[in-house]
Structures are given as structure tokens and as C-alpha cells.
């Protein structure tokens, strides 16, 4: 089992930043993938961005490239994600999932899920 909590969510005005971390506990955290979803509200959830087992390959959403980074630190068993220039449309519950493979975009690919901190985005 891995656990996963996220911190970090706030008000931010559109234009502003926040950085989420996600902590994780439980088996070695450098054998996973971890990644970042959001959900919307009325939305399905959407993969954010993804980072590789040791944190040199990510991948990102076409709808946040550019100003998100993912990171993480395995020393600390901890995921970042910063997010830049946010806009309204950001609003979301974002989650942090762990899981196998290279770089999975899928929701099903991942195996544990924190329970989401909520981003709100103001005009």
C-alpha cells in the first residue's frame, strides 16, 4: 500500500501561483510514477502532468504546458507541482496518483490516490 496526501491548495487570483506537494508513505516511493489529476466542477477527471520513477522524464497536459512543473524529491517521498500564470479554468480538486509504468496518462494505470486538495482560481 502507498498513501498519498496532498497539501497546498488555496485562493488564488487568475494571473497567480500555488505549489501542491503530495507525501506519500507506504512501499518505496521511487518505484512508482506519480502524477497529477484535477476534476473540475461538473468536470471528469484529467491528467495534469506525470513524472518518471527517478524524476528526469515528465509530461504535461497541452492545457498546462508551460506554466505547471511537476518534480519530485525521493529522499523526502514527496511530489511538487507548481502551478504559474493560473487561470480560472484551472479550478479543480487536484489528486496526486501513484502507479507502474512509463509515464501513464490514464487514470487506470494508477493504483493509489490521495484524497484531492481543492485549487480555486478567482477572476
Known amino acids: 500500500q502507498v498513501q498519498l496526501v496532498e497539501s497546498g491548495g488555496d485562493v488564488v487570483q487568475a494571473g497567480g501561483s500555488l505549489r501542491l506537494s503530495c507525501a506519500a508513505s507506504g512501499r518505496t516511493f521511487s518505484n512508482y510514477a506519480m502524477a497529477w489529476f484535477r476534476q473540475g466542477p461538473g468536470k471528469e477527471r484529467e491528467f495534469v502532468a506525470v513524472v518518471s520513477r527517478g524524476g528526469r522524464n515528465t509530461d504535461y497536459a497541452h492545457s498546462v504546458k508551460g506554466r505547471f512543473t511537476i518534480s519530485r524529491d525521493n529522499a523526502k517521498n514527496t511530489m511538487y507541482l507548481q502551478m504559474n500564470s493560473l487561470k480560472t479554468e484551472d479550478t479543480a480538486v487536484y489528486y496526486c496518483?501513484?502507479?507502474?509504468?512509463?509515464?501513464?496518462?490514464?487514470?487506470?494505470?494508477?493504483?493509489?490516490w490521495g484524497q484531492g486538495t481543492q485549487v480555486t482560481v478567482s477572476s
Open positions: 496518483a501513484a502507479g507502474s509504468g512509463i509515464l501513464p496518462v490514464e487514470p487506470s494505470k494508477y493504483d493509489y
